[in-house]
Structures are given as C-alpha cells and as structure tokens.
C-alpha cells in the first residue's frame, strides 16, 4: 500500500544519543497516549525505564536533563527521550501543550519512574 506519508523521524538513538534499545524481559506492552500540559506545569524530575516517544501537536516543550542539558520540542517535532536518565519537561510557553506519547514497555511495569534532579 503507497499512502502519502511525511517521515518524523528516523534515528538509532535516543535525545542524549543513548543507542535504542527495546526490553528484553517481560510482556512487551506498546501504550499510546494524549498528553497535555498547561503554561507553567511541570512533569517533574522523572526517568524512563524503556523508550518512550512524544510528538508534539501544539505548543512547545523545553526538556532539562539531570546533566545540565536543555532542549526545546515545539509542534511538529518527535522527541524520543533519554532511558535510565532523569529529566523534566517544561511548558514555558503562553500556549497549552498538546502531545501524543508512544510507549515500548513492558506489561505491569510503569513506564515513569520519578526522580530527584
């Protein structure tokens, strides 16, 4: 089947340049999911135990690593998040945040650890 397609993204590593790498133990468990945030919220100090991808539909999101690293997501954009590595995510724009969230997990494991920076 040839449908149209824009190609997001294509990358053997994640945004701190760690190589992808899917679970190997366990049930796998894809989750999708519609997040949004509103100006000023915050997601916390958290990490990801598995990959996790964000496409961002509205707004922007500013991500500061635990390494002193920052970068910008805005609408239009995927970013696949570091694994193992705390970060937290910041709408600083006027705008609320709307972004869809893809998850390569594992059954009755959460895909969301929470983290002090």
Do not use: C
Not at 12 to 25: D, F, K, L, M, W
Not at 73 to 101: D, I, T
């Amino acid at each position: 089947m040839n449908l149209p397609a824009t190609q997001l993204l294509v990358t053997t590593a994640n945004s701190v340049g760690q190589p992808i790498a899917y679970p190997r133990e366990g049930t796998p468990e894809v989750t999708a999911l519609l997040a949004e945030m509103a100006p000023s919220e915050k997601t916390g100090w958290h990490s990801h135990p598995v990959p996790l991808m964000g496409y961002i539909l509205e707004g922007e999101l500013t991500v500061y690593q635990v390494t002193g690293e920052k970068r910008v997501v805005r609408a239009g954009e995927v970013s696949l998040e570091s694994v193992g590595v705390a970060h937290n995510g910041v709408n600083e724009g006027s705008v609320p945040v709307k972004m869809v969230v893809f998850v390569v997990g594992l059954k009755d494991v959460p895909f969301t650890v929470e983290e002090k920076p």
